[in-house]
């Protein structure tokens, strides 16, 4: 996400090289193309039903990223006969480490001061950020990108941890290789990176599974070993620094073959005509791909699947579309460069896309509390003003001295005239520097706490009946199979559901009611659950069902599970509320429907209660807090006569 193109040119020398070798020119196409980047990646994350495959700009940023840091590598050789590793880091850690530590420290101080529940989980994150690692530390903790429940303010961070290891190990293989290579000779090496990045897309396909990703009890296919750790397969692959290298590869190889100064001289740079059909095509693909792309999708009846064509070729092919428009935007004759994507509006944008990136889902996630919150048009314009204005003032009075060089030449000046500050000055700087150091202490000393969601499911579990160990696994044997289990009894009330109804389980527990719920259930599971009871008949009067919350639902899949229980007198069937997710809709549509089929069923209607009370929920909406639980349980009672 980090702005590369920016280069020193010599006075009184055209801006395509200079007498003691090539520079890489400043490029306001490239610019363009980062905000197109950054663009795609903050609308994905304010909503992802309005570009689903938005994130894929950060797969654009990789190979951005890997062309001109290869370009740069290769110029300073053809410039001064060697690279020099010490200055290329000073400059990479200039560009990029105050954002980041102002992000670091600004989000710890908003915890500390406003979010102190959330400080112990967020230690890990932090640490992890301060030393580029956030990838790793998110697979082996099983911080799932694509996890909806969670206050991850850091999560981001993955992307920036892939780039940094990147600028750590390329200077290094680069140093290496340009040794003993010529000019003349640098396609061969451009051949070379591809392959690489060919190989790397052909990995991820085989360590791709394809189907349902849940637990590693109920789905152990879709889990690895790494290190003796079971962790997801695409967490793993779509977090990975290796196998998300391809991206960076192209790019690598792109500026091995398709440098600026030998453009110029060279045929190439007479005219870019074919080269602006070119990218324009590259562009239409990477918007049909953000369009039509997703890192997971629902399944009707099965739940999240990763999204096969993502990790089957689909982000080498989102590189190979880059290097199409990367193509047509550095050559010194196009239009499309010049004057679409390299418009004042997009070139602003990409000069800021840094920043943009880091600040954005952090202020997203201090207003909504849960990843998978959608923003809706009000909330994301009044975020993006914040955004802007931090952004902004970060840009210009953070960011761009510290990279110039000017934050230090006036801390110099202002030592030469004695250094002194005013005491009221020096009071005010004082005590404003107890709140970060307050903040910081209050991180290392923090208690683990997991946030509110989790920690009342978990709080819950033990209030459960759960008759999972007795059962066969699914699409093992038949769903209607019988077991030889002993009677024990009618249940007077059995309630069956998943998380949402998991959360109440305690409390629906202490007035008598057998609650059998579970995270992330699907209906169909409930099958096996009712047969299972049928046949040891224990079913009493009255069933209650709360499912439909885990995504996109058959209407025969819900007749089903009603099937073995036309003969329980009382069948309470809850409706969903699932906002802004397309499951509440269709799912609502078919319960509601369904006592004009089962003349024992009745609706609860959960979410026409619910609808009015915001206060009843936790951060995303779906859980019910303290007080939305006394009502859920409370409207339980009442339907089933209690």
């Known amino acids: 996400m980090s702005n590369q193109g920016n280069t020193r040119t010599v006075a009184g020398t055209p801006a395509w090289g200079t007498r003691r070798g090539p520079v890489v020119p400043y490029v306001p196409g490239l610019d363009g193309l980062r905000a197109l980047a950054v663009v795609a990646v903050i609308v994905y994350h304010a909503n992802r039903e309005w570009l689903g495959g938005g994130f894929l700009g950060v797969e654009v940023f990789f190979v951005i990223s890997g062309y001109l840091i ?198 190439a740079g007479a005219n870019a005509n074919a080269l602006d059909v070119l990218g324009i095509a590259g562009l239409a693909a990477l918007g049909f791909m953000c369009w039509k792309f997703r890192d997971v999708v629902s399944v009707v009846d099965e739940g999240q699947h990763g999204y096969d064509i993502l990790y089957r070729g689909g982000l080498f092919a989102v590189g190979v579309a880059t290097l199409f428009a990367i193509a ?44 998978g919150t959608a923003l809706n048009a009000k909330e994301f314009a009044a975020l993006m003003l914040i955004t802007i204005a931090v952004t902004e003032v970060s840009y210009r009075f953070i960011e761009t001295p510290i990279r110039t060089g000017t934050a230090l030449r006036s801390y110099r000046e202002w030592r030469a005239l004695g250094g002194r500050l005013s005491p009221p000055i020096s009071v005010g700087l004082a005590t404003l520097s107890v709140v970060p ?29 759960s008759i999972a160990p007795t059962l066969p696994a699914m699409g093992t044997l038949p769903m209607a199979t019988t077991t030889t289990a002993v009677p024990k009894g009618k249940i007077a009330v059995l309630a069956v559901g998943d998380s949402v109804m998991l959360g109440s389980a305690k409390k629906l527990a202490a007035h008598g009611i057998t609650v059998d719920a579970e995270k992330n259930r699907q209906v169909i599971y409930a099958l096996q659950i009712f047969n299972y009871y049928k046949s040891t008949n224990e079913l009493g009067d009255y069933v209650v069902i709360h499912l439909g919350t885990n995504g996109i639902t058959k209407k025969a899949t819900f007749e089903r599970i009603l099937e073995p229980l036309k003969n329980v007198p009382h069948v309470v069937f809850l409706t969903t509320r699932v906002p802004r997710h397309a499951s509440e809709a269709l799912n609502n549509a078919v319960i509601n429907e369904l006592p004009a089929t089962y003349p024992n069923v009745t609706i609860l ?38």
């Not at 998110?138 to 780039?163: C, D």
């Not at 004759?333 to 944008?349: D, E």
């Not at 903040?439 to 989790?454: E, G, K, W």
Request: positive net charge; glycine residues 8%.
């Open 70 to 267: 290869t370009l740069l590598l290769i110029a300073e050789r053809e410039r001064q006969g060697s690279v020099s590793l010490g200055n290329f880091w000073i400059r990479r850690a200039r560009r990029l480490l105050p954002a980041l530590f102002t992000l670091l420290l600004g989000t710890v101080v908003y915890c500390a001061m406003f979010d102190r529940d959330r400080l112990g989980m967020l230690r890990g994150d932090v640490v992890a950020g301060v030393f580029y690692v956030s990838n790793w530390f998110q697979v082996w903790s099983g911080s799932s990108y694509t996890t909806e429940f969670a206050f991850a303010p850091l999560r981001h961070l993955w992307s920036l941890a892939v780039e940094e290891q990147f600028y750590i190990i390329w200077p290094l293989v680069m140093f290496v290789l340009l040794r003993r290579l010529r000019a003349k000779t640098l396609p061969v090496l451009g051949v070379v990176f591809s392959v690489g990045a060919i190989a790397i897309g052909v990995y991820t396909a085989v360590m791709y599974r394809t189907g349902v990703i849940d637990t590693i009890q109920k789905t152990p296919e879709q889990f690895m070993s790494v290190f003796g750790r079971q962790v997801l397969r695409t967490d793993f692959l779509y977090l990975g620094t290796i196998t998300r290298a391809s991206g960076l590869l192209l790019g690598a190889a792109l500026a091995s073959m398709w440098r600026p100064w030998a453009i110029r001289r060279g045929r």
């Open 328 to 371: 047509t935007v550095t050559h010194p004759r196009s239009r499309l460069g010049k004057y679409v994507i390299g418009t004042p509006v997009l070139v602003w944008i990409g000069k800021r896309s840094y920043g943009l990136y880091l600040y954005h889902w952090t202020i997203f996630q201090a207003y909504r509390k849960s990843a």
């Open 437 to 465: 150091i307050f903040a910081v202490a209050s991180l290392v000393t923090a208690s683990v706490m997991p946030d509110d969601i989790t920690a009342n499911l978990n709080a819950n579990e033990g209030a459960i009946t």
């Open 605 to 642: 209607d959960w979410y026409s209660l619910s609808k009015p009370h915001p206060e009843w929920f936790s951060s995303d909406g779906i859980h019910p807090n303290k007080v939305g639980q006394d009502n859920y349980v409370a409207a339980i009672l009442s339907a089933v006569g209690r």
